[in-house]
T-cell receptor
């Protein structure tokens, strides 16, 4: 089946620093990738839709200057959390839609970010 | 604003029981409804439903959608401890295929 990877799986950073999270579709091409955030015991909240070769579309309330998204190729999207603060600590999950099969989105394993 | 509501929020059952999880929604530009199982990491796909009244089945799990009443149910028969997880319902909308998730139902199956 389709595989989506994320790197790193877990990161701890100091307040004020930036962290980059990668999302890769390993065996398919994805023109669209999605970034979600999940706080403990809460559901997934869509942050932004990432389209290859164009600007990301951010959901209401998500700061685009803080959460920079780059979808430079059909298999890679990156999310950079800039000037991270403790309240940004969360589980970040990406998903990718197979360009050739639009039935479902495939989720990555997630990245746990802890900002100290 | 699109809304997806799941009930119950949590459920504890004994192994062998049958459970029914509910998902209701109010969205614009509905495309499909999806069910996911989430254990410790990212959600794993269970079902995608687009048409009313057509049951989808996979082993002991089944699901059906009612587009008139705007809800779906997920049934799990003969539950096992391995079924313990959070079950998420999501509705796909619009041309961008955005997913709006419900809060999830936390299912615990005990021996």
């Amino acid at each position: 089946g389709a595989v989506v990877s994320q790197h790193p799986s877990w990161v701890i950073c100091k307040s004020g620093t930036s962290v980059k999270i990668e999302c890769r579709s390993l065996d398919f091409q994805a023109t669209t990738m999605f970034w979600y955030r999940q706080f403990p015991k809460q559901s997934l909240m869509l942050m932004a839709t990432s389209n290859e070769g164009s600007k990301a579309t951010y959901e209401q309330g998500v700061e685009k200057d803080k959460f920079l998204i780059n979808h430079a190729s059909l298999t890679l999207s990156t999310l950079t959390v800039t000037s991270a603060h403790p309240e940004d600590s969360s589980f970040y999950i990406c998903s990718a839609r197979d360009s050739g099969r639009v039935e479902e989105q495939y989720f990555g394993p997630g990245t746990r970010l802890t900002v100290t | 604003e699109d809304k997806v509501v799941q009930s119950p929020l949590s459920l504890v059952v004994h192994e062998g029981d049958t459970v029914t999880l509910n998902c209701s929604y109010e969205v614009t530009n509905f495309r499909s409804l999806l069910w996911y199982k989430q254990e410790k990491k990212a959600p794993t796909f269970l079902f995608m439903l687009t048409s009313s009244g057509i049951e989808k089945k996979s082993g002991r799990l089944s699901s059906i959608l009612d587009k008139k009443e705007l809800f779906s149910i997920l049934n799990i028969t003969a539950t096992q401890t391995g079924d313990s997880a959070v079950y998420l319902c999501a509705v796909e909308t619009g041309t961008a295929s955005k997913l709006t998730f419900g809060t999830g139902t936390r299912l615990q199956v005990t021996l």
